[in-house]
């Protein structure tokens, strides 16, 4: 008398993944535009005035504490995927580009420390001069002025690298490529001007339209050609 055992059916996945994926894809840059607008201060704003701005307004500031959180958990498995899609012919330059752009993106929640500190000082009702020098000193805290600087090296440069990753690897036409290797130097050439809201929110937008162009290439990919068979 012979035993087999059956094999266990895989049931294969790949189809809803990759069609998933392709919807988060455009969220995450979007959350950012929407947070980059509505944020009550400039990002040039010294702590006293950041303050008091974010006294002035308070619900704004509490829907950007709800919007970082929202576009991290977009960005970052949309970066892994958009890394997926570029690694076919353009692999250094992906790799690159994805070192670069998770740590970057990962920076957004470093930035939420602070901006949660300035709220956090108005509604518990710190005088002015306490409240600055709360976000002055968090300020200076290595550890957290090391993932600032991350954000801003790794969302910068990432972002352009993996625009001509995608772009060379045929992932994403011509103009979206473009897009996005253009978003992020606009959006700190912006910040650093201090220049209106409205353009930072349309330079993520650029990066938005960029990721929905690769979340359109993915939807239509064939599951084979985006990842192996389960077995």
């Given at each position: 008398?012979?035993?087999?055992?059956?094999?266990?059916?895989?049931?294969?996945?790949?189809?809803?993944?990759?069609?998933?994926?392709?919807?988060?894809?455009?969220?995450?840059?979007?959350?950012?535009?929407?947070?980059?607008?509505?944020?009550?201060?400039?990002?040039?704003?010294?702590?006293?005035?950041?303050?008091?701005?974010?006294?002035?307004?308070?619900?704004?500031?509490a829907a950007v504490l709800w919007l970082g959180p929202?576009?991290?958990?977009?960005?970052?498995?949309?970066?892994?995927?958009?890394?997926?899609?570029?690694?076919?012919?353009?692999?250094?330059?992906?790799?690159?580009?994805?070192?670069?752009?998770?740590?970057?993106?990962?920076?957004?929640?470093?930035?939420?420390?602070?901006?949660?500190?300035?709220?956090?000082?108005?509604?518990?009702?710190?005088?002015?001069?306490?409240?600055?020098?709360?976000?002055?000193?968090?300020?200076?805290?290595?550890?957290?002025?090391?993932?600032?600087?991350?954000?801003?090296?790794?969302?910068?440069?990432?972002?352009?690298?993996?625009?001509?990753?995608?772009?060379?690897?045929?992932?994403?036409?011509?103009?979206?490529?473009?897009?996005?290797?253009?978003?992020?130097?606009l959006h700190l050439a912006v910040v650093v001007s201090?220049?209106?809201?409205?353009?930072?929110?349309?330079?993520?937008?650029?990066?938005?339209?960029?990721?929905?162009?690769?979340?359109?290439?993915?939807?239509?990919?064939?599951?084979?050609?985006?990842?192996?068979?389960?077995r």
């Amino acid at each position: 008398m012979t035993l087999t055992s059956a094999t266990p059916q895989v049931r294969d996945t790949r189809a809803f993944r990759r069609h998933a994926l392709a919807v988060l894809l455009p969220i995450g840059p979007l959350c950012v535009a929407a947070l980059r607008v509505m944020l009550p201060y400039s990002t040039t704003d010294g702590p006293s005035a950041q303050l008091a701005a974010v006294a002035v307004g308070q619900e704004a500031q509490a829907a950007v504490l709800w919007l970082g959180p929202l576009a991290l958990i977009a960005l970052v498995p949309g970066l892994f995927a958009l890394t997926r899609m570029a690694m076919r012919r353009a692999p250094v330059l992906a790799i690159v580009a994805t070192t670069l752009a998770v740590p970057g993106y990962l920076g957004i929640a470093a930035l939420g420390v602070s901006d949660a500190a300035a709220l956090a000082a108005v509604t518990a009702g710190l005088s002015p001069p306490d409240g600055t020098a709360l976000l002055a000193e968090l300020a200076e805290q290595p550890a957290l002025a090391t993932s600032v600087g991350l954000f801003v090296l790794g969302h910068v440069v990432g972002t352009v690298l993996l625009g001509a990753a995608l772009w060379r690897s045929g992932a994403v036409p011509a103009w979206a490529g473009v897009m996005l290797i253009a978003s992020q130097p606009l959006h700190l050439a912006v910040v650093v001007s201090a220049g209106p809201k409205f353009l930072d929110g349309a330079a993520w937008g650029l990066t938005a339209l960029g990721f929905a162009a690769a979340a359109f290439t993915l939807a239509r990919t064939r599951d084979d050609d985006y990842e192996p068979p389960p077995r």
